[in-house]
């Protein structure tokens, strides 16, 4: 699950993790009282208009503008809230702005320069760690300095045994050229960081910028958030953060509906219970010839109900030129998801895609005929390639 900046910053802000201060609105009027209330606690007219949705890159796509003064607040916000923002990671129709986040300006003068750098914290799965990321070059694309200067990019993996020890926030400090009073700064933000990230269940956290201050404070100025959903169960508080606008509708139906959905690029719709077998299927379509057009788990209760909602789902993607519903009945009789396809089918009344039905395991034969014998434009399968050799002859029809 993902959220806005605004609320990333203010998980991090209750971890100790110090932020660039700032107050979401939602309409012109409210980002103008906002940066009433900034310049009050911070004594700075200036302040940053940021759009809130969850892509990165909103600076690319005008999301992101500076302005000076109140009247500046109020143009740059009635221009932001309600286009559609795009930046290199939304489709081409962009992602509509709701709500901005009016935040306290600071790149102010001072003694020292400020620098920009990058930070993530995430999960290394072929090592089983949590790792740091982290470079100098803050600001930018980071698959940009990867690409071109790949030493300019640090990682401090952490032992699960022991945690973020001591001398690896030290080390990560001096590795981002810091000393003084910045460095102190820099290994308490580290610190308080991962603890962050640990203590919410998170499977990312990305900073881009983290900044030095003129006056060497370290904070963050930016703030993406994932986390893992199957540790949402743990944080009810921050499952209320969910922003369902900014998230695929069938995804959210799916969700709804307690099926384990993910919508692919294929013409093959899948309807399977258990993932193993979903992926087997995913499989097999792309040997027959086909392309898998989602993944989606119905579970060990394929009833009619289930089955009709899993059929209305898939039927929302207009690529779908065929359906394959492979089921292992074990705990389910092959017989009742068979009764529950055709019910399922004779509800909707309006499926114009042929479905390809292969059920085996308990009263597979049953099932067949169930099937067969239903007068309907559903094919029958026992095998696997019999249900692959169909597919691709359906597809190419």
Known sequence: MNIHEYQGKSILKSFGVAIQEGIVAETAEQAVEAAKKLKTDYNSDWVVVKAQIHAGGRGKGGGVKLAKNLDEVKEKASQIIGMNLITPQTSAAGKKVHKVL?????????????KEFYMSVLLDRAKGRNTFVYSTEGGMDIEHVAETTPEKIWKEEIDPRVGLQGFQARKIA????????AFKEMTKFVTALYKAYESIDASLFEINPVLKTSDDKIIAVDSKVTFDGNGLYRHPQYEAMRDITEENPIDVEAREAELNYVQLDGNVGCMVNGAGLAMATMDIIKLSGGEPANFLDVGGTANAERVEK???????DKNVKAILVNIFGGIVRCDRVAQGVVDAYKNMGNINV???VRLQGTNADIAKKLIDDSGLKVYSAIEFHEAAALVNKLIKG
Do not use: E, M
Not at 102 to 114: E, K, L, S
Not at 310 to 315: D, G, K, N, S, Y
């Open 102 to 114: 009016i935040a306290q300006d600071v790149y102010y003068p001072g003694a020292n320069p400020t």
């Open 174 to 181: 001096f590795n981002l050229g810091l000393s003084g009073n």
């Open 310 to 316: 899993a059929f209305r789902i898939i039927l929302k």
């Open 354 to 356: 042929p479905i390809i």
